[in-house]
C-alpha cells in the first residue's frame, strides 16, 4: 500500500478498497503533477459509494483526480440507450 501512490506506478484495487482506503501520497514528484489519480472502471451501486472513491484522492489536502471507465456493452446491460452514451460523451 505505501508504493501504491509513487511515481511510476500503477496500482490496482478490487471495489472494496475504493470504501475503505485512503491514498495518501507521500511522493513529491506525484504530488507536483497533480497528485493521486484514481480510474473507476464499473459502475457503482449506491451513489454514496462513487463519491467515496472519489474523494479517496483528496483526502488530508492532498490533490488528486478521478475518471470513470466504462464499456458501453456494461451500461447497455443497465438499459442505458447507445444514443444516452454518445450524447453523455459530448
Do not use: P, W
Given at each position: 500500500?505505501?508504493?501504491?501512490?509513487?511515481?511510476?506506478?500503477?496500482?490496482?484495487?478490487?471495489?472494496?478498497?475504493?470504501r475503505?482506503?485512503?491514498?495518501?501520497?507521500?511522493?513529491?514528484?506525484?504530488?507536483?503533477?497533480?497528485?493521486?489519480?484514481?480510474?473507476?472502471?464499473?459502475?457503482?451501486?449506491?451513489?454514496?459509494?462513487?463519491?467515496?472513491?472519489?474523494?479517496?484522492?483528496?483526502?488530508?489536502?492532498?490533490?488528486?483526480?478521478?475518471?470513470?471507465?466504462?464499456?458501453?456493452?456494461?451500461?447497455?446491460?443497465?438499459?442505458?440507450?447507445?444514443?444516452?452514451?454518445?450524447?453523455?460523451?459530448?
Open positions: 500500500m505505501k508504493r501504491a501512490t509513487a511515481s511510476g506506478q500503477v496500482t490496482l484495487f478490487i471495489r472494496t478498497f475504493g475503505e482506503t485512503d491514498f495518501i501520497c507521500h511522493d513529491q514528484i506525484v504530488a507536483t503533477n497533480g497528485g493521486t489519480h484514481v480510474i473507476q472502471t464499473f459502475l457503482s451501486e449506491e451513489i454514496s459509494r462513487e463519491i467515496k472513491i472519489k474523494d479517496r484522492t483528496t483526502r488530508q489536502g492532498d490533490h488528486g483526480s478521478y475518471n470513470m471507465v466504462l464499456l458501453n456493452r456494461d451500461l447497455e446491460k443497465l438499459y442505458i440507450e447507445k444514443f444516452d452514451i454518445e450524447d453523455a460523451r459530448k
